[in-house]
């Protein structure tokens, strides 16, 4: 189907439209935040994978779980510097330090 890489790009925009308009809808956007995961992992969509992580990160974050939120950004930071995509490895790496900075701060 050439229009598989579709429902993963749909599912991560639904995941992010909840996050940023509805925080109480955090376990919905997680569910379809995953749904996208998976599509851009069985279609070998690797930059789209490294979105998807970021956005698990932030969801993570959002749910006050910082170790999970690093785990999804370093998971992000590897595959956007595979992929060479250095304004998302950029964002990625922000983040990733703004998280341990956080932690360190406990």
Same mark, same amino acid.
């Given at each position: 189907?050439? &229009?598989r890489g579709f429902a993963g790009w749909i599912a991560e925009d639904i995941a992010e439209i909840l996050l940023r308009r509805d925080p109480g809808r955090l376990? !919905? %956007? =997680?569910?379809?935040?995953?749904?996208?995961l998976n599509h851009h992992r069985e279609n070998g969509m $690797? #930059?789209?994978?490294? $979105?998807? &992580? #970021? /956005? /698990?990160?932030? /969801? %993570?974050k959002a749910r006050g779980t910082p170790e999970s939120a690093r785990d999804r #950004?370093? =998971?992000?930071v590897a595959i956007f510097q595979e992929c060479?995509?250095?304004? &998302? /490895?950029?964002?990625?790496?922000?983040?990733?330090?703004? =998280?341990? @900075? #956080? @932690?360190? !701060?406990k």
């Open positions: 189907n050439k &229009y376990a !919905e %956007a =997680q569910a379809w935040a995953e749904k996208a $690797r #930059l789209l994978l490294g $979105r998807d &992580y #970021l /956005l /698990l990160a932030e /969801l %993570a #950004l370093a =998971q992000a060479g995509a250095e304004g &998302y /490895l950029k964002k990625a790496k922000k983040e990733w330090i703004h =998280q341990a @900075s #956080l @932690s360190m !701060e």
